[in-house]
């Protein structure tokens, strides 16, 4: 009796975690977590099919999983052992945090590591947008160029001196202040609510009431978390309040826009273009919409696509994960 005790605690501190990946991770990582854990890697299909998840998480102690894998209630209660959701986002709009939390699971997600990449992109789609570069390359691709250097040809606009609205000063939101202060734009934003004088006088930037902030902006920069107030709030109404002449630009979610609505804004000349690294449904294929429109720049969802910050990224999942699962909170947890 006492020997069937002690071999069973024996097993089961020598039993290794199970943990699922819901797609490759770097080998370094798949290294060092395949020394400690029982792991599986998926494979096929990305997203991972849901019925494939539900099946493969029911035995598992850690899942590492994407933006846009869905962890909702019905994967959550399909994992009976489950002790932790490490997201590879910073964004975990995709989990249910509540109804994890209430199964006392720990969530990891990877901030800061990728604030700078994301505020290079945004920069750089802002200046695309201004200055039509990849509309240019479409129109050489396409072998269009005929004449050069005409006065009116393929003129766009400067960035010195405009007014960028930034909605949602957070971390991103300042890192593309610091980027914006240096090319001379004059900075204005919008959050829930009013930042501390000090954040405004290092960021140099100005409080403003939404509406303001729509009515004065040349550029409209989104960097708001995904949530239940930002569904869709970027619509007709929202769009109808920005200047003709202004630029929209979206690295953060692609639900906080109404696509239907920016799709016809941009057909009516209602906004005089957008850049847009996010969408509703993703991948967008050849035949959405935008991909008709000039004066739209589009990127595949790259925000934090850096060689240096993916593998920054894919160090803290692991960590997190690691720490989750000898029971101490993940370096960043929600
Ligand atoms: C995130 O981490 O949430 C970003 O969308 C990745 O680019």
Redesign the pocket.
Known sequence: MVLGCLHQLMVKMTRKNKILLTRKLHDFALKRLRKKYAIEVHSGKIPMPKNKLIDKIRDKDGLICF?YDVIDKQVIDSAKKLRTICTY???YDHIDIKYAKRKKIRIGY?PKV?TEA?ADLAFTLILDLLRRVTEGDRIIRKGGWKEIYGVYDYVGNDLAGKTLGILGLGRIGKAVSKRANAFGVKIIYHNRKRLARKIEISTHSKYESLNGLLRKSDVVSIHVPYTKQTHQLVDMNFLKKMKNTSFLVNTARGNIIKEKDLVSALRKKIIAGAALDVFENEPIGKNHPFTKMQNVVLAP?V???TIETRKKMTELTVKNLELALSDKKPIYTV
Do not use: A
Request: charged fraction near 0%; glycine fraction near 18%.
């Open positions: 933006p986002s910073v964004g990877t990728l994301t969802h925000g934090s696509s």
